[in-house]
Nanobody
Framework: QVQLVESGGGWVQPGGSLRLSCAAS????????MGWYRQAPGKQRDFIAS???????NYADSVKGRFSISRDSGKNTVYLQMVSLKPEDTAVYLC???????????????WGQGTQVTVSS
């Protein structure tokens, strides 16, 4: 069993910054990609950013230049630094990890429970 726990969400004014964290724990042999999605009320879940085991990164066009993803592989933790936040960034932010639980298992995706980010004045 693998668990992901997000933290760092909250309320911020437009133009402000937040840093989200997501820590994986449990039966972890290795983690390949980790990343973030977000979901606003009544909308689909949208990809935000990902980071591979080699620290290669990908970003949605909507956040390029404002969000930065990083990871601490020793702590099985992924971070999302968000600056210049806009009201349209308001959503529940969910992290994911592609985890192998043993050397004999294939990779499967685990999701966190989400953390709310609200950007308003």
């Amino acid at each position: 069993q693998v668990q992901l726990v997000e933290s760092g969400g909250g309320w911020v004014q437009p133009g402000g910054s937040l840093r989200l964290s997501c820590a994986a724990s449990g039966s972890i042999f290795s983690i390949n990609a980790m990343g973030w999605y977000r979901q606003a009320p009544g909308k689909q879940r949208d990809f935000i950013a990902s980071i591979g085991s080699g620290d290669n990164t990908n970003y949605a066009d909507s956040v390029k230049g404002r969000f930065s993803i990083s990871r601490d592989s020793g702590k099985n933790t992924v971070y999302l630094q968000m600056v210049s936040l806009k009201p349209e960034d308001t959503a529940v932010y969910l992290c994911y990890a592609n985890v192998r639980t043993s050397r004999f298992s294939s990779s499967s995706t685990t999701w966190g429970q989400g953390t709310q980010v609200t950007v308003s004045s």
